[in-house]
């Protein structure tokens, strides 16, 4: 009996391109094209910018003599180190604060952590100016602080309003409510049954935390570190209402810079390098959503 040579099926992997695709490419198209008009345009322009300066003549020639004063100025090198201080103590309490209010959210089902979430969320819903002026008249001089001190009869204490610890309280206050949020969201790859299981052999609450919760809540704390810096990093409300005129943080320098000075080639300077910095946490933020994925 002779054996056939068969064929081999052919697939034809062209498919036909349906209304439904046209539909998907058109939604996620408006939001890249709003991305590239609004964000990426501006970033590649307030680059080209600041290195191609024109000339009193009138020509265009490369310079990088705005980011030689920038960084040969005291002053702005102040400005940029004052805000680097900022956001990490900002970072550092927002974990230090969130971690353990996210803890007691996700393993406590009493009814005080619902007024517990409702306290820590709060500050989302109250603006930053209203937030600033809640804050001078209570830690602010002759505040309620001041005046409580004072029907006691003790000394009163030095205020941090106007100083580096101003924009601290603010920027911990409103950034509050999204890392408790976020850091609840990522207790939730926790399992109860594995808390349990280490409580049944002795395990101490302290160890849970370091051996069984901590492991787990990498990505969420990497994530969620990676949004509080960006948002203090080019924060401007609250360290301008609440911050020392000098020196001061990357936002409120930028704007004096180009209002006040009118010097928009060194306030778009500012900007580039203060974006500089943040790129470096949004590589973070992108590198731990990719891990993540891969992760799965």
């Known amino acids: 009996m002779s054996v056939g040579t068969a064929k081999p099926a052919v697939i034809d992997r062209a498919q036909p391109f349906s209304r439904g695709s046209l539909y998907g490419l058109l939604l996620v198209g408006m ?5 590239g008009w609004l964000i990426i345009f501006p970033i590649f322009s307030a680059v080209a ?45 927002l974990l230090a604060i969130g971690l353990p209010i996210a803890v007691y959210l996700r393993f406590s089902g009493s009814r005080l952590a619902a007024y517990v979430q409702g306290l820590a969320i709060f500050p989302m819903f109250v603006p930053s100016i209203i937030l600033s ?31 580096p610890w101003g924009p601290v309280i603010g920027l911990v206050w409103d950034n509050l409510p999204l890392t408790a949020l976020m850091l609840t969201a990522g207790l939730s790859s926790v399992s109860n049954s594995s808390v349990e299981a280490a409580r049944d052999v002795g395990a101490t ?17 990497l994530v969620t570190a990676s949004f509080a810096v960006l948002g ?9 209402v609440l911050g020392p005129a000098s020196p001061e943080m990357m936002g409120p320098f930028m704007q004096r810079t180009f209002a006040d000075m009118n ?14 910095f943040c790129l470096v946490f949004g590589v973070f933020y992108v590198w731990s959503i990719v891990r993540n994925r891969e992760g799965r």
């Open 31 to 35: 939001p890249v094209f709003l991305v």
């Open 205 to 221: 609450p302290l160890r849970v935390f370091i051996s069984i919760i901590l492991p787990r809540m990498g990505n969420s704390l």
């Open 232 to 240: 203090i990093f080019s924060a401007f409300t609250l360290p301008y």
């Open 133 to 163: 002026y809640a804050l001078i008249r209570t830690i602010g001089p002759n505040g309620t602080i001041d005046i409580m001190l004072n029907a006691v009869g003790l000394p009163k204490l030095p205020s941090p309003y106007l100083t």
């Open 263 to 276: 010097d928009p080639l060194n306030a778009l300077t500012q900007a580039v390098i203060t974006f500089g």
């Open 49 to 93: 910018t600041t290195i191609f300066v024109r000339q009193p003549d009138g020509t265009t020639a490369f310079s990088l003599a705005s980011y030689h004063f920038f960084f040969t100025d005291g002053y702005s090198l102040n400005n940029l180190w004052l805000t680097l201080w900022t956001t990490l103590i900002c970072g550092l309490l």
